[in-house]
T-cell receptor
């Protein structure tokens, strides 16, 4: 059975304290791994897409990396405004075209 | 600007009532999806549609119904058969195949049973 597992479930960081969020996946034939940010009471917002092992994407304090079994979202010197839930999702070959499979998310809190 | 509009933002349902959540997109996307989000559970797929007049059950379709009469619209009805409907509901869309951003999401509807 395909699975997407995110860890930790929750993470509290002091402002400026760098860390990483993990997304491990066991899908048969990855078509893309997607990271989203979700603020409370709002819909998820797109951050990154990664397609192949070794690929990296960066945006401000965030950097996403991909291996054959997992992806990391590295947060460098976070600020309180980075507090949100971060969702990981994968698309897989042979599945309903366009469907994504989601992890449960990591709730990040950055305190001053 | 193109996007997905969900309405209402908040909805209250009495026991035994059916309620309908609206989802409209002006992105010319073929595929549309409904997800339910509960604390600690992640996003669970309720129904999806890849073309007009066609839709399929997702992982938790019991107690829900949908229609896709127009490309732009994909309303979700929460029926009285859904025993635990209190949740945050998200609508999403994309091209029939995965695009570079995966999904475009609406802003969500929070449904509460009173």
């Amino acid at each position: 059975e395909d699975q997407v597992t995110q860890s930790p479930e929750a993470l509290r960081l002091q402002e400026g304290e760098s860390s990483s969020l993990n997304c491990s996946y066991t899908v048969s034939g990855l078509r893309g791994l997607f990271w989203y940010r979700q603020d409370p009471g709002k819909g998820p917002e797109f951050l990154f897409t990664l397609y192949s092992a070794g690929e990296e994407k960066e945006k401000e304090r965030l950097k996403a990396t991909l291996t054959k079994k997992e992806s990391f979202l590295h947060i460098t010197a976070p600020k309180p405004e980075d507090s949100a839930t971060y969702l990981c999702a994968v698309g897989r070959r042979g599945s309903t075209l366009g469907r994504l499979y989601f992890g449960r998310g990591t709730q990040l809190t950055v305190w001053p | 600007d193109g996007g997905i509009t969900q309405s209402p933002k908040y909805l209250f349902r009495k026991e035994g009532q059916n309620v309908t959540l609206s989802c409209e997109q002006n992105l010319n996307h073929d595929a549309m999806y409904w997800y339910r989000q509960d604390p600690g559970q992640g996003l669970r797929l309720i129904y999806y549609s890849q073309i007009v007049n066609d839709f399929q059950k997702g992982d938790i379709a019991e107690g829900y119904s949908v229609s896709r009469e127009k490309k732009e619209s994909f309303p979700l009805t929460v029926t009285s058969a859904q025993k635990n409907p209190t949740a945050f509901y998200l609508c999403a869309s994309n091209e029939r195949d995965l695009g570079p951003e995966g999904y475009t999401f609406g802003s969500g509807t929070r449904l509460t049973v009173v």
